[in-house]
């Protein structure tokens, strides 16, 4: 009930120049409090509603969420309290650590909306929506190739490595300058590209390295062989 409308004395209710009163109670919680803490509204007598501002934040909440009831038939959640370097996931609605959270240079604070394992989760989801799985999604995105493409040209090679013959080789060797697939290699031979840098030049070097330093049985006495290597001595065995 307002302050002035209960008859309280003009020195409490109503400000020196007579333009209003100076307290008020709410109507809500009942509290005399000044008439600064009340909201502004043009509506009412001396420009202040009829409740404080925390009851008439109140009010607000419960007339929103009421509306969003019937309109859309859910309830409105309450706000979180996410302490300093932590954020919420949505999805597993846990409150974790930044740092449990993917970096997404576009994100709030540099780190995506889920955490790991549930980012995880939807990229997966995804990967079968749009691709049938992670290994058409891996091709398509690295090698711009699809599973029935690496299936032909697997079956072109009979079905083993390019290089060594190794059966059911899985691995897509690509030029690392223009991207064009050369083929599919086992485990070993496309690691040995790799640390190679598919560079010819040295490749060659490694060859003719290996033939001059690998030792060959060569026929000293009639049934005595020896390790012997062009480029360096072998040294003898220890049963020799």
Do not use: W
Request: hydrophobic share 25%.
């Amino acid at each position: 009930m307002d302050m002035y409308k209960k008859g309280v004395s003009d020195s409490m209710s109503v400000l020196p120049d007579g333009e209003g009163p100076v307290v008020r109670a709410c109507r809500d919680c009942g509290q005399i409090k000044p008439i600064t803490d009340f909201h502004t509204s043009p509506r009412h007598k001396y420009g202040r509603g009829s409740y404080c501002q925390p009851c008439f934040n109140e009010r607000s909440k419960k007339s929103y969420a009421k509306r969003v009831k019937e309109k859309h038939g859910r309830e409105v959640r309450e706000p979180l309290i996410v302490p300093d370097g932590h954020r919420h996931c949505p999805d597993c609605n846990e409150i974790k650590l930044l740092e449990e959270f993917p970096r997404n240079k576009n994100g709030r604070a540099g780190r995506g909306s889920y955490c790991k394992p549930c980012h995880n989760v939807r990229g997966q989801k995804t990967r079968e929506e749009l691709y049938g799985g992670s290994r058409e999604y891996h091709l398509r995105r690295r090698y711009k190739i699809s599973q029935v493409d690496f299936d032909i040209l697997l079956a072109l090679q009979g079905r083993k490595c390019a290089i060594c013959g190794a059966p059911d080789p899985q691995h897509v060797d690509h030029d690392h300058l223009n991207g064009h697939v050369r083929g599919i290699l086992c485990f070993n031979c496309n690691g040995g590209l790799g640390q190679f840098k598919d560079d010819v030049t040295t490749m060659q070097k490694a060859i003719t390295y290996l033939k001059e330093t690998s030792c060959q049985r060569v026929l000293v006495h009639p049934g005595v062989y020896r390790l012997l290597s062009p480029r360096r001595v072998c040294l003898p065995s220890p049963t020799s």
